[in-house]
């Protein structure tokens, strides 16, 4: 992978605003695969005081965000099907991966599991990009 998408793609999430809201944290990245991790805390609790789906989203949508993006050209969501499978447990520290599966020209589809700090699987989703073909707009920040 291209050590400046790389680099670029790191100090981006590290400065999102949604990112630092969830707490989501860019593990690894490599052309079509990244890895992602979040804690759930009592404020991501549905009416139940399980985790949200919304929480669990949030966390697939960023390692298929990531994942998509690492070839160095924009790619935005097209379609994401997801199964939740299991909650996790209060505190628990959860994983996404994202796996590109197929790559075109103007699409990729991706494969993305959710597991918790046990290795439980707690989610499964697969998504769908359509890729711009536009370099990343903020490569050249903080070069």
Known sequence: MDGKVREAI??????????RKFDL???DLAEGYSKVTMTFTPDMENIFGMAHGGAIF???DEAFE???NSHGTMAVALNMGISFLATPSPGASMTAEAREINRTTRTALYEI???DDGGRLLATCQALVYR???PLPFLEEGA
């Not at 790191?10 to 990112?19: H, Q």
Request: no cysteine; net charge positive; proline share 4%.
């Open 10 to 19: 790191f100090r981006r999430v590290e400065k999102e605003p949604f990112a």
């Open 58 to 60: 949030a966390l697939m």
């Open 113 to 115: 599991k959710v597991t």
């Open 66 to 68: 990531t994942a998509s």
């Open 25 to 27: 944290k860019l593990l």
């Open 132 to 134: 711009k073909g536009t």
